[in-house]
């Protein structure tokens, strides 16, 4: 009859030694590594049945309902393609570790998490904006993160299991808002310690992980417009800029002018005098005046409208197969660029200034992507993780108080271009060995990073009481390089005892070189000789009256040479740590971890 199970019947694979027999209710279960199969189903009275090019893919159920005919004549066998199934439907496979809610309910410690879809629902650009919603996360100048109220010397960021460098001179910590969330697969934010997290991880761990291969093919196009109502289309603050700003990066109007840190002794040192007193220490005051006149003279804060914000982003990937085996890739690409402004705001700090400020801000962002991974055997993959943020925040400031410490009025400006920048190549893996008593799981990493953070040409001057101060006067130029190369892995055994319990035994081991390069050069101000009548007042044009070429030629006013012998520092990080943990699942209810480590 029509849709009666018929029990009894044999299903195997051909080519291979795997079969079964369906149930009274007519149903069947096998289970084959990822691949392309040939399956044939046979049973005593009917027809028998191939069906061709049966897809299986990884962690994905594969359900087939087939019509068996009566043998009442005509062909023993019917073939029939796969893709003219009666019935197929996929279903997914519950992997306590894909969403959230899966996370945080079977993790061994204190953590909270943020998966994909959460990201694509708050909307938040980058990793730094996200943690905001996590209960006991705090985010400092929209990049650093603390956690329990304890900031970067006592928490761990890593990414894809592996640590990073950091784009901060002063600080280890990594900024966050450097990782958009477009290619964030979920965020783990760990409260409390673990064996196999750095020992100095007593506040906790954030652990990002971008995206991997798709499970189908994708492809994305988007684009946006955002406008502030404040300010979008009035006039922010700004001054000259380069023909590459758009970008985010300087096209070489910020440059430190060459020849002059071979002539002042990489920004130390700079006496003008008569060489022939002293041809070592020496500058004469034509040189002196040749070296002023190269630093480019742009200094007034001026105004221009405010555009909206934008952003373009494209992905693009698939999963593809390879013999029994499958490939796959995912590209993302992404640029944005959004203004903020402080047209009106308060200093309130009585131990130091208090008035107001504006503050105006662009920030470009570019973003390039790619994941190629290669999945064989049962649950076996290598992946390849490409990526390359850069990010720019270009800033004019304006302040005015009085300073509390000296009674003075303060008028101040800074205009600051930053670049930052992040390059990464990893490598994972994934391998897992059946034993009698047990699987064994082989998860191991590996990467080379690299961040750069730029500030050409820093300026900041300061007037008091309406005069300008030649020592508050700085230009400064910045650059740190941090390498990084990471190595890591975890060889795990899981074995079952009793009924319901099972107990995972892990080693671990990872090895970290960090190598920071950090080189800073300051140069200021100084009146010349010729200077005693210049008018310093805050009414004079800084570019025109105070600080044109030709005050430089005629030794009105003279470079100063700042830099410190602290201000460009060399460094070198390595750590290695072995550990071993233990993690006990006694049925659904209780489990119990134990482990031990080892750090240098």
């Known amino acids: 009859t029509a849709g009666t199970p018929i029990a009894g019947a044999t299903v195997m694979i051909e080519d291979t030694d795997i079969s079964t027999v369906t149930d009274a209710d007519g149903v069947y279960v ?14 005593t009275e009917y027809k028998t049945l191939e069906l061709d090019d049966v897809r299986v893919m990884a962690d994905i159920g594969v359900t087939a309902g087939v019509t068996l005919y009566a043998a009442d004549g005509g062909p023993e066998t019917v073939q029939v393609p796969s893709t003219q199934l ?18 945080e309910r079977f993790a061994t410690s204190i953590t909270n998490a943020i998966d994909v879809a959460q990201l694509e629902r708050f909307g938040d650009s980058d990793v730094a904006a996200a943690l905001n919603r996590v209960v006991g996360v705090a985010v400092t100048d929209s990049k650093y993160a603390t956690v329990r109220g304890l900031d970067g010397r ?76 404040e300010f979008t289309g009035d006039d922010i603050l700004n001054y000259e800029s380069s023909n590459d700003d758009w970008l985010g990066y300087d096209s070489g109007l910020r440059d ?3 020849g002059v840190l071979s002539a002042t002794d990489n920004g130390r040192s700079l006496t003008v005098c008569d060489p022939a007193i002293d041809p070592v220490r020496c500058t004469s005051p034509r040189e002196a005046a040749r070296l002023g006149v190269r630093f480019q003279d742009d200094y007034n804060v001026r105004t221009k409208d405010a555009l909206p914000d934008v952003k373009a982003s494209w ?60 999945e064989y055997g ?27 410490l000296e009674g003075n009025f303060l008028n101040s400006a800074i205009l600051e271009w930053v670049e930052r920048e992040f390059i990464s190549q990893s490598f994972t893996g994934h391998n897992e060995f059946d034993f009698d008593h047990g699987t064994h799981l082989l998860d191991w990493r590996m990467a080379f990073s690299r961040t750069d953070r730029d500030e050409p040409d820093r300026r900041q001057y300061s007037y008091f009481n309406g005069n300008l101060s030649t020592s508050a006067f700085e230009r400064r130029w ?24 099972s ?76 550990n071993l943990t233990t993690n006990t699942d006694f049925g659904d209810a209780w489990s119990e971890l134990l482990g031990a480590r080892y750090e240098d």
């Open 256 to 258: 430190l002018p060459g």
């Open 503 to 578: 107990t995972e035994v892990k080693l671990g081991g990872m090895w970290s070189d960090k190598d920071r390069d950090v080189d800073q050069y300051r140069f200021g101000i100084n009146l010349g000789d010729n200077g005693g009548d210049l008018d310093l007042g805050i009414d004079q044009d800084l570019e025109k009256d105070i600080l044109p070429y030709q005050n430089f030629a005629l030794d009105k006013v003279r470079l100063a040479a700042k830099t410190a012998d602290t201000d460009s520092y060399d460094s070198e990080e390595t750590v290695y740590a072995y």
């Open 378 to 404: 049962v649950a076996d993959e290598i992946i390849s993780k490409t990526m390359y943020l850069h990010n720019t925040d270009d800033t004019t400031r304006l302040e005015e108080g009085v300073d509390n």
């Open 315 to 374: 992905n693009f990937g698939d999963r593809l197969p390879a013999g029994d085996n499958e490939w796959g890739y995912y590209l993302a690409a992404e640029y944005a660029r959004e203004t903020s402004d402080r047209g009106d705001a308060e200093l309130t700090n009585p131990l130091e200034t208090e008035g107001g400020y504006m503050r105006s801000r662009e920030n470009t962002a570019i973003t390039g992507y790619a994941t190629l991974g290669y």
């Open 86 to 103: 009666e019935e197929v439907v996929v279903l997914g496979v519950f992997k306590p570790t894909e969403d959230a809610a899966g996370i």
């Open 478 to 501: 910045s650059d740190l390089q941090e390498d990084a190369i990471d190595v890591g892995g975890d060889y795990a055994i899981v074995l079952d005892w009793g009924t319901i319990s």
């Open 154 to 229: 006592y928490i761990s960021a890593t990414l894809n299991g592996l640590l990073m460098p950091s784009t901060d001179p002063l600080r280890r910590d990594v900024q966050l808002d450097l990782f958009p969330t477009n290619i964030v697969e979920g965020i783990e934010i760990q409260k409390s310690y673990s064996p196999d997290k750095m020992a100095s991880t007593t506040g906790g761990a954030i652990q990002i992980k971008t995206k991997g291969l798709p499970d189908e093919r994708v492809h994305e196009v988007s684009g946006g417009l955002g406008f502030n109502t």
């Open 30 to 43: 096998l289970q084959v590594p990822r691949g392309e199969y040939d399956v044939r189903v046979m049973a």
